[in-house]
């Protein structure tokens, strides 16, 4: 079966960096898309980007541009999400999600991981 | 960047009762590529329907989805205690930018 396991919960401070992993099995990690999508405390969903597990090929939200970079292990089939110069307000879950279409990037989930938080604080 | 709608912000109901939920989007979503989840406390999102209106593997078909172009809806024909929850939608048309509606909560009367 299908699974996403992701990394355990950060506190940094302001100004540094986290990484978050989402180990995935269950399936042929390099066919399908994994995206990332986070949520503030109380708040709605966010989504943040993409990255083809495939070529490494990413696509990242407009708002996060510069700040975040999506990459991948095939070799242990992990994703990676880094976001770098962290403000109080990226204090969030972070989820990765998984495309559900082989080799085509769709954007809805059907697969989540558990959720990651981090928590940006001095 | 397309703006999800939704609406009521809070939907207070008791359970056997129908609950519609609406989501609406600032311009028309391209081929109905809307999704919905659900989310309860602590846990990640579920998928509930895609495509506007089919529905994921293993959601009861008490879940339905509607709609095209900008007005979209999920009904729960008859409420079970487990529904309660809160429920967004996704509209995932607009490459490269993939945008959710803020929620709607559906808490028991």
């Known amino acids: 079966q299908v699974q996403l396991v992701q990394s355990g919960a950060e506190v940094k401070k302001p100004g540094a960096s986290v990484k978050v992993s989402c180990k995935a099995s269950?399936?042929?990690?390099?066919?399908?898309?994994m995206h990332w999508v986070r949520q503030a405390p109380g708040q709605g969903l966010e989504w943040m980007g993409w990255?083809?597990?495939?070529?490494?090929?990413?696509n990242y939200a407009q708002k996060f541009q510069g700040r975040v970079t999506m990459t991948r292990d095939t070799s242990i089939s992990t994703a990676y999400m880094e976001l770098s110069r962290l403000r109080s307000d990226d204090t969030a879950v972070y989820y990765c999600?998984?495309?559900?279409?082989?080799?085509?990037?769709?954007?809805?989930?059907?697969?989540w991981g558990q959720g990651t938080l981090v928590t940006v604080s001095s | 960047e397309i703006v999800l709608t939704q609406s009521p912000g809070t939907l207070s109901l008791s359970p056997g009762e129908r609950a519609t939920l609406s989501c609406r989007a600032s311009?028309?979503?391209?081929?109905?590529?809307l999704a919905w989840y659900q989310q309860k406390p602590g846990q990640a999102p579920r998928l509930l329907i895609y495509g506007a209106s089919s529905r994921a593997t293993g959601i009861p078909d008490r879940f339905s989805g509607s709609g095209s172009g900008t007005d979209f809806t999920l009904t729960i024909s008859r409420l079970e205690p487990e529904d309660f929850a809160v429920y967004y939608c996704q509209q995932y048309g607009s490459s490269p930018e993939y945008t959710f509606g803020q929620g709607t909560k559906l808490e028991i009367k």
């Open positions: 999600a998984r495309d559900p279409l082989y080799s085509r990037l769709s954007g809805y989930y059907h697969y």
């Open positions: 990255i083809n597990p495939n070529s490494g090929g990413t």
């Open positions: 269950g399936y042929t990690f390099t066919g399908y898309y």
């Open positions: 311009q028309s979503v391209s081929s109905s590529y």
